[in-house]
T-cell receptor, first 111, second 119 residues
Framework: TQLLEQSPQFLSIQEGENLTVYCNSS?????LQWYRQEPGEGPVLLVT?????EVKKLKRLTFQFGDARKDSSLHITAAQPGDTGLYLC???????????FGTGTRLKVLA | GAGVSQSPSNKVTEKGKDVELRCDPI?????LYWYRQSLGQGLEFLIY????????KSGLPSDRFSAERTGGSVSTLTIQRTQQEDSAVYLC?????????????????FGPGTRLTVL
């Protein structure tokens, strides 16, 4: 059972466009993280959100944690080729030791 | 080095052979995780170490998989009698504190992974 579903799975857009990636679950998470992974490398943490309704901004990236702490979104404004990569969400559930990773969204930004 | 390192970076083996994958976490990090990633998809949790003990082995797919951590530092993941479905990238990550204590808010630092190909 995949606890964290991401959509879309694949996204190919032109430079300058905006996009949103979704991470959804029926389970509640104590915190949720977003990572970006490039080929041949491990994922790199972008942000952690811990409070329901929380919004965090990282330059052109805006992250939101749902009020019920079951879902999250990542919005990129004016995408650039350097944003290309695999975006992963990961959640931690209270009382457990492990992170549950989402199915991933592969983004390609064309110049 | 300052980051998490893994070796080998690539491993090609024949079906039925045993393999050992190594992870050197960031010095001082008490928590260590192993994950498996297939075909650029999401990560599958395998095992978690707190110090030298493994409170959560629930992700190990079969008894052919085992892992140990010595001295609270280096960890090895061993796969016995490898099968073709074991082919994947195996990623190691470490964090200063475990998820349970940090409330899931601590940063996991990932190594570059070991790409395992079983022929």
């Amino acid at each position: 059972t995949q606890l964290l579903e991401q959509s879309p799975q694949f996204l190919s857009i032109q430079e300058g466009e905006n996009l949103t990636v979704y991470c959804n679950s029926s389970s509640v998470f104590s915190s949720l993280q977003w990572y970006r992974q490039e080929p041949g490398e491990g994922p790199v943490l972008l942000v952690t959100v811990v409070t329901g309704g929380e919004v965090k901004k990282l330059k052109r990236l805006t992250f939101q944690f749902g009020d019920a702490r079951k879902d999250s979104s990542l919005h990129i404004t004016a995408a650039q080729p350097g944003d290309t990569g695999l975006y992963l969400c990961a959640g931690a559930r209270s009382g457990t030791y492990k992170y549950i990773f989402g199915t991933g969204t592969r983004l390609k930004v064309l110049a | 080095g300052a980051g998490v390192s893994q070796s080998p970076s690539n491993k090609v083996t024949e079906k039925g052979k045993d393999v050992e994958l190594r992870c050197d976490p960031i010095s001082g990090h008490t928590a260590l995780y192993w994950y498996r990633q297939s075909l650029g998809q999401g990560l599958e949790f395998l095992i978690y170490f707190q110090g030298n003990s493994a409170p959560d082995k629930s992700g190990l797919p079969s008894d052919r998989f085992s892992a140990e951590r010595t001295g609270g530092s280096v960890s090895t993941l061993t796969i016995q009698r490898t099968q073709q479905e074991d082919s994947a990238v195996y990623l190691c990550a470490s964090s200063l504190r475990p998820v349970l204590l940090a409330g899931g808010a601590d940063t996991q630092y990932f190594g570059p992974g070991t790409r395992l190909t079983v022929l």
